[in-house]
């Protein structure tokens, strides 16, 4: 397992792009919108391989709006980029971690993903991906 990228839930990329572009330097490596999860998504690099993922909800009824009336702007999740999913899926779950995601969904920027209960993770939402 290998550190991929840190999701951070903002009210607004704009801000954000100052901080870690405008700031830290991060390149901005792209933008995305996705509708199904109702998300603006900027992507940069931090180096090492590991990205920035800023997570600005479009409406009210994205989970990740949800997530900032709860606890305000911060860490949303970590992803680890992992090989053969399924079977570390399958193996997790069978040492007892809760699974958001039994069988994977196609990412934004991965082939395949899938999110652990934060319930069972220390509380932090954990995201797998395979590229
Ligand atoms: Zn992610």
Redesign the pocket.
Known sequence: MKLD?I?IATRSIEKGTKIWQDLFGFPLLALREVESQKLKIAIFDAGGGVRI?LLEPKGEDSPVAKFLERRGEGIH?L?FAVKGIEKVLETLQSKGIKLVDEVPKR?VSAKK?AFLHPSSTNGVLI?LCEK
């Open positions: 990228h999701g993922e999740h992803c990412g993903i995201e």
